[in-house]
């Protein structure tokens, strides 16, 4: 699976349940072409698994170390695929399809969340079905900050989650969201010191594990009858009429231009913010 992303099982009583730990903590666990593919794989053959009744999503790292994902790590991306940019959006549909793949899971998958889950990384923690947070986590659809919209399906899932107006602010304002914001406005399922957070986590994803799998696959199913609609249309997850990654939106109001040296630039800022 590559030391980017682990997988572990755990049994309970009831059947397993599996963590995908996103494993680069010395860069806030940013995201490279290769471990999103990992990371999908893995989610897919989780959710094929019949043994399998939960999955957790988290990010490695614990104190000031400690993040959920701090998005896409562009600068490395580049020179992991030095046509990284000529390829943008071979790699938007990984990033697309591994939104797709949570929504589309039979399971519950629930994102542990310690420290920022900070733009592709807000999206991904709002893809999955429940969140559990430290008193240390936090969401930032940072987007705005460097001129780009949600690419991970954000525009979609936070208008379902938190209705147009609460989503607008997030997204326009580029706001952090602390955990306990998080809990009052319905994102965060749980609010926990950070040394509790694991175990806790794994509480809940025992009795997630417990409850009828059947039941909670057709409820998912229904609960994302809009996205699935949506993708069924040919769109990209809450991504319709989206400007590509390196398109930068001129603060001017302008039509919008392919920027790279700007693109180039987003993880630095993303993760600095």
């Not at 903590?25 to 072409?33: G, I, S, T």
């Not at 769109?235 to 693109?263: F, K, N, Q, W």
């Amino acid at each position: 699976m590559g030391e980017t992303v682990r997988v572990s099982r755990v049994e309970t009583d009831h059947g397993t349940v599996a963590t995908v730990v996103l494993n680069r903590p010395e860069v806030r666990n940013a995201l490279l072409p290769s471990m999103v593919k990992h990371a999908r794989r893995a989610i897919d053959a989780l959710s094929a698994d019949p043994a399998v009744r939960c999955i957790v999503l988290c990010g490695a790292g614990e104190g000031k170390f400690a993040a959920f994902c701090a998005g896409a790590d562009l600068r490395s991306a580049i020179l992991e695929d030095p046509q990284y940019l000529e390829k943008l959006e071979t790699y938007l549909d990984d990033f697309h399809g591994w939104i797709r793949s949570i929504w589309n899971s039979p399971k519950p998958v629930l994102a542990r969340v310690d420290g920022g889950a900070v733009g592709f990384g807000c999206d991904l923690a709002l893809a999955c079905d429940l969140r559990i947070f430290s008193t240390h986590g936090y969401l930032q659809s940072s987007f705005s900050k460097i001129g780009l919209i949600p690419d991970g399906g954000g525009t979609a899932t936070l208008a379902r989650l938190v209705g147009l107006g609460v989503a607008a602010q997030m997204i326009y304002l580029a706001e952090k969201v602390t955990a306990d914001r998080a809990h009052a406005l319905g994102l965060a399922t749980h609010v926990v010191k950070p040394a509790e957070l694991e175990a806790a986590t794994f509480a809940f994803a025992a009795q997630l594990a417990a409850a009828p799998p059947l039941a909670f696959a057709e409820a998912k199913r229904a609960l994302h009858a809009s996205p699935r609609v949506q993708h069924r249309r040919g769109a990209r997850p809450g991504t319709r009429g989206a400007a590509p990654l390196s398109t930068i939106v001129r603060r001017d109001g302008g039509p919008p231009r392919l920027d790279r040296e700007a693109t180039r630039s987003v993880h630095r800022k993303m993760t600095h913010a």
